[in-house]
């Protein structure tokens, strides 16, 4: 069945729009014509309320809580499946059959060096260089030493694709053998994808690394539900920079860049270090809670912007804390705080009236952390995780007969009409920029603090 819906604008115009239905009953007001039609065009600032594409990738569903990829229950794959099958699910569509997995991981394995020139970029970043800009530079330099043919066949795709899935671990680890002034340890061919990550950030010539098996599950799962989420902030960067074919290694570094910021990937720094902040105060939580409710705060790793109900994937990251932090000698007493204060938000008419629940970093902080993962290196695992889900975003347009390239409206509110005055005739004249006031949010109340927090945001949903 089709539907339309009605536009009609006090001027006496009207106009009829189409409305699209989505393949799980989603509607979308279709308004390709609006503009042509009443002369109108839509203000929808941060995209609240856009679809800016349609998708065969990603299904999630806010109010419910359900996150699919490629049809599949995020949760079933977490629970069962390994990062690269569900890099090649979301790439190509469907679970690989063992032999296309086979052939997958295979391409993955052999693509994973980087140009021996690249490692000498690293000699030139400072010591303490933050990793992430270490990625976002190192991923747009590959373009230098990888050129992608104008119009890429199947097989240069292929073969683009397992470069960036593969190649952005091998960076991240090395960035981070950068960071603490060792040699850089080569990806092996004998070990898997997590494995391998885990021993090039952990092993050295002077010590091996034992692998635990439950911590690679944890990892995996990680970068599992971390692999996707329809039109965030750094898929939204990667759709829109994609869409000028733009070179993908560009492209994808643009998706990094968009990622670094704490409003996207570095929320689950921001819980840990919420956490560490309860633990060395003494408080039981309820203090926390209750500046997070007279908004000196905000109870990081709480709310999304999509969900409002238990993110599918703190669900499944709370999970896993318990069975690594439940092993013998593995526990962690910020564990415990965050269920405390998990408990009583969702006791408290404050959270639940705002339908607050926890997010994905609630609790993904504490797996990296059990894992061995510096702080530092959180939002970089995230990028590894996303970056399968970027280049299946990247493929999916690519592929869109109909793709145009990205570039959306304003609506001006500067000044109007004025001419030219020469500059030494000018009078002091104010400067007519345009100001939004935005709510300074405290990170951590300043009861918690030896000097008073500058301030920031507080990270959105991506
Ligand atoms: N703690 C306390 N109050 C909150 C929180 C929170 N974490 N989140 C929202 N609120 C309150 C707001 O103050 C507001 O209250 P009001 O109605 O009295 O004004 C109400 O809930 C709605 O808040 P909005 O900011 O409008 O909600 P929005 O959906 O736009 O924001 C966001 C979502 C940015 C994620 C918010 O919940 C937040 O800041 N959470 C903490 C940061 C965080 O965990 N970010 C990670 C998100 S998931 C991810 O990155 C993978």
């Not at 990738?57 to 390994?82: D, F, M, N, V």
């Not at 570039?407 to 345009?434: A, C, D, F, N, W």
Request: aromatic share 10%; with cysteine; glycine share 8%.
């Amino acid at each position: 069945m089709s539907y339309s819906a009605n536009l009609r604008l006090d001027v006496g115009q009207e106009t009829e729009l189409p409305v699209f239905i989505g393949s799980e009953g989603e509607r979308a007001l279709d308004i390709d014509k609006l503009r042509a039609g009443t002369g109108l065009v839509t203000l929808d600032e941060s995209f609240g309320n856009t679809a800016s594409c349609r998708s065969a990738i990603t299904y999630l569903h806010g109010e419910k809580g359900i996150l699919r990829y490629r049809g599949y229950p995020i949760e079933e794959l977490a629970e069962k499946s390994r990062f690269v099958e569900v890099a090649y699910l979301l790439m190509y569509g469907d679970l690989p059959t063992s032999g296309q997995l086979e052939d997958f991981s295979s391409i993955l394995n052999s693509s994973s060096l980087i140009h021996e020139d690249m490692r000498h970029f690293f000699l030139a970043f400072p010591n303490n260089a933050h990793p992430m800009s270490l990625l976002t530079t190192m991923v747009a330099s590959l373009s230098a030493f990888y050129p992608v043919p104008e119009n890429p066949s199947d097989e240069d795709e292929a073969q683009i694709i397992a470069n960036l899935v593969s190649q952005v671990r091998t960076i991240a680890a090395f960035s981070y053998k950068k960071f603490i002034g060792e040699p850089v340890v080569y990806p092996s061919y004998k070990l898997r994808f997590v494995e391998n990550f885990l021993n090039m950030m952990f092993s050295s010539p002077v010590s091996n690394y034992q692998q635990d098996q439950d911590i690679v599950k944890a990892i995996e799962a990680f970068l599992i539900v971390h692999a996707d989420h329809e039109q965030n902030c750094s898929t939204s960067a990667v759709r829109i920079a994609g869409s000028s074919l733009a070179n993908v290694y560009a492209v994808i570094s643009a998706g990094i860049s968009a990622l670094w910021g704490r409003r996207h990937g570095g929320a689950n720094q921001e819980v840990i270090a919420m956490l560490k902040t309860i633990q060395h105060s003494g408080d039981d939580g309820r203090l926390f809670l209750e500046a997070a409710k007279s908004k000196k705060t905000r109870l990081m790793g709480f709310g999304h912007r999509i969900y409002k109900t238990f993110d599918p994937r703190a669900l499944i990251m709370k999970k896993l804390c318990h069975r690594i932090l439940g092993k013998p000698g593995m526990s962690d007493p910020m564990f415990d705080i965050a269920m405390r204060l998990e408990e009583a938000a969702l006791s408290d008419d404050y959270f639940l009236s705002r339908n607050l629940y926890p997010n994905v970093d609630f609790y993904s902080g504490l797996i990296l952390k059990a894992a061995g993962i510096p702080f530092d290196m959180f939002t970089v695992l995230f990028a590894i995780g996303r970056t399968p889900g970027w280049l299946a975003h990247w493929r999916e347009m690519r592929h869109d007969a109909g793709n145009r390239i990205a570039r959306p409206r304003q609506i001006y509110i500067g000044p109007g009409l004025r001419s030219y005055i020469p500059v030494g005739t000018r009078e002091k004249h104010s400067v007519g920029v345009m100001r939004r006031t935005s709510t300074k949010i405290s990170r951590i109340p300043e009861k918690y603090l030896d000097h008073p927090d500058p301030g920031d945001e507080a990270p959105e949903s991506v």
